[in-house]
């Protein structure tokens, strides 16, 4: 186990109903339902190349692949014990050959990443779940790890989609999942760099509004913004339903044009 990172201090989870094992830090943020159902959104082929920003442990990625064979993916990481975490998360999922971790800061200056060899204009898809809250807003947590991945630190929606944006081709894709009442923001920092937008609400319960969203522009498109049904996750009795169900055990893709 890395020097970073101590055994005691991790936890061994599945997703996927067990077909992907990852660690993840006991304390602090901890990877869940956004990241899989993140990486049930994309919508990757095989020879493909990928792009997530803010990787953390790997748990969207390592799900995306397991997916989908043959993929190219890299993921950026600025916390060096998570992307430590990452890399044994992929060599452990024996993906090791398909998820690249580079440690970086999505802020930084776009020659910074060439030099990385990660050249823009270059990925089929870029997919993100972005730090949640603004720190001028929330208090930060008292857990460092979880501060850096819930709140911005520095860098807001419009880095974290300028980012995306200079590295995905042209009609290639870009996915965030968010916060419901971030939408606003996020559509306005997408404007004018993505076309063709897909608001997909995320329901927990029949009845109860959308605590998160999944949005997707397409680089180039002249296409209207569509709102889609969206997604309930569970039913009346608290239980997952068949779609989420199938999703987040079976590894089922998430359509976002599929009636909810």
């Given at each position: 186990m890395t020097a970073l990172m101590n055994e005691k201090d991790l936890t061994d989870d599945g997703f996927?109903?067990?077909?992907?094992?990852?660690?993840?830090?006991?304390?602090?943020?901890?990877?869940?339902l956004d990241a899989v159902l993140l990486a049930a959104s994309i919508p990757a082929r095989t020879g493909e190349r990928i792009l997530e920003a803010g990787l953390g442990v790997g748990v969207a990625s390592i799900c995306l692949a397991a997916r989908v064979a043959g993929l190219e993916i890299i993921g950026v990481e600025l916390r060096e014990e998570i992307a430590e975490l990452a890399?044994?998360?992929?060599?452990?999922?024996?993906?090791?050959?398909?998820?690249?971790?580079?440690?970086?800061?999505?802020?930084?200056?776009?020659?910074?990443?060439?030099?990385?060899?990660?050249?823009?204009?270059?990925?089929?898809?870029v997919f993100s779940n972005p730090p949640y809250h603004d720190p001028a807003a929330a208090a930060a947590s008292p857990d460092d790890g979880k501060a850096q991945a819930h709140l911005t630190l520095g860098s807001d929606l419009d880095d974290w989609v300028r980012f995306a944006c200079v590295m995905?081709?042209?009609?290639?894709?870009?996915?965030?999942?968010?916060?419901?009442?971030?939408?606003?923001?996020?559509?306005?920092?997408?404007?004018?760099?993505?076309?063709?937008?897909?608001?997909?609400?995320?329901?927990?319960?029949?009845?109860?509004?959308?605590?998160?969203?999944?949005?997707?522009?397409?680089?180039?498109?002249?296409?209207?913004?569509?709102?889609?049904?969206?997604?309930?996750?569970?039913g009346r009795d608290g239980r997952f339903t068949d779609r989420a169900e199938a999703i987040l055990r079976e590894g089922a893709s998430l359509l976002l044009d599929q009636a909810a």
């Open positions: 996927l109903g067990g077909r992907v094992n990852l660690l993840q830090p006991a304390k602090g943020y901890r990877a869940g890399r044994q998360n992929a060599a452990r999922n024996q993906m090791e050959e398909v998820l690249t971790v580079c440690e970086a800061d999505i802020g930084l200056p776009v020659r910074d990443f060439m030099a990385m060899g990660l050249e823009p204009n270059s990925f089929d898809h995905a081709k042209p009609k290639g894709t870009v996915t965030f999942v968010h916060r419901a009442d971030a939408l606003p923001r996020l559509l306005q920092a997408m404007t004018g760099h993505l076309g063709g937008i897909e608001v997909f609400p995320l329901w927990p319960a029949q009845d109860k509004p959308a605590s998160r969203v999944i949005i997707r522009g397409r680089r180039g498109s002249k296409s209207p913004l569509t709102l889609r049904q969206g997604l309930v996750l569970h």
